[in-house]
């Protein structure tokens, strides 16, 4: 797999984006900033994956912290992190490895990570046929739709590989299709596998074109999978901003902890209208079996080495970047106290 350049990376244009919404703050009970500060997320993408953020929205969380929120969809990690990188957003919700390509980069006012949401991967493997005793060794000599080259996505799918002892050059993955895009060409006939994000692959299921025979998230461990950023500069003229938003995100964690999938669903069900509640539900427990999200917004250090680790293995970073300098964790810890 070739390596992104890494000074270009955050360069790529901010491509077309989708507003979900934009709820209207209100005082906040816990003692933060009222009359509703702006802030702008801007979102990797809009999925069932990132199920606490959306319970701390339509449970007004955001709101009680004096939050006015407008949520983007950035349907990629290169165009969240440009977003953020020029102001189009406040905070990013992406993949940490974007931070470590601009840091890597040389930019001044790089991104920092504040608060990580998900701790495992929330991908999963789909064949054209249901596979009962289902081995990774399988996909050698097979044709797999995968993800971007130095996306998260298609890191994991190639760390699983090398865990497994495939060299990823062993697999033939097409890495050449859209975000977003890979379950309809897998339903038009390519690929014999296909690596797929919910909704899509319980959508395959449902149609008959497809079946899951592994989870990516299970089978890689605990991974430090996406998590909240904004520029150094954001985070220092901002801190009780940050906090109040941080604050809002722990809300929805603890949700998520203390609540059963078929509540969970039905919290974050206008988030996603078009998906029928059983499926939803359906997804919301396939996520919350396989222990997806962390019980706090704390990035450790060892979830960060492994993060290096896994970037190193792809051949996308050269030398390693200072956790001290990429994770922040005062907003996190104050949050989960």
Not at 1 to 25: E, I, P
Not at 100 to 110: C, L, M, P
Not at 134 to 153: C, E, N, Q, T, Y
Request: hydrophobic share 40%.
């Amino acid at each position: 797999m070739k390596g992104m350049n890494l000074k270009k990376a955050g360069a790529v244009c901010l491509g077309v984006l989708t507003l979900f919404g934009a709820l209207t703050g209100c005082g906040s009970k816990n003692g933060s900033q009222e009359g509703g500060q702006e802030v702008v997320l801007n979102e990797v993408a809009h999925s069932i994956f990132y199920a606490p953020m959306y319970v701390a929205i339509e449970e007004g969380y955001f709101e009680d912290e004096g939050i006015t929120l407008t949520l983007v969809t950035g349907f990629g990690a290169d165009k969240t992190m440009t977003a953020v990188l020029t102001g189009e957003a406040d905070i990013g919700f992406m993949g940490s490895e974007s931070t470590v390509y601009t840091y890597a980069g040389g930019t001044d006012d790089y991104v920092v990570n504040f608060a990580q949401l998900t701790q495992r991967a929330g991908n999963f493997l789909v064949a054209r046929e249901p596979i009962d005793n289902f081995s990774w060794k399988m996909l050698i000599g097979k044709d797999v739709l995968g993800g971007r080259a130095g996306g998260m996505p298609e890191m994991v799918f190639e760390y699983i590989l090398e865990m497994n002892g495939i060299d990823p050059t062993e697999v033939n993955i097409d890495q050449s299709i859209d975000f977003g895009s890979t379950a309809a060409a897998f339903s038009g006939g390519q690929g014999e596998f296909t690596v797929e994000f919910e909704p899509h692959a319980t959508s395959l299921e449902l149609q008959g074109q497809g079946y899951v025979v592994a989870s990516l998230g299970e089978d890689s461990g605990y991974v430090p999978y996406t998590a909240f950023s904004a520029k150094k500069s954001y985070l220092e003229k901002n801190k009780d901003t940050v906090q109040a938003f941080t604050n809002a995100l722990q809300r929805g964690m603890d949700y998520v902890q203390s609540h059963s999938p078929e509540e969970i669903a039905d919290v974050i069900a206008p988030q996603f209208a078009e998906t029928d509640l059983e499926t939803l539900t359906k997804i919301v427990a396939r996520y919350y079996e396989q222990d997806t999200w962390k019980e706090n917004l704390i990035f450790e250090k060892s979830s960060f080495d492994l993060l290096q680790n896994i970037l190193e293995d792809a051949g996308e970073l050269e030398n390693r970047v200072p956790y001290e300098d990429l994770v922040n964790t005062e907003f996190a810890k104050e949050a989960a106290r």
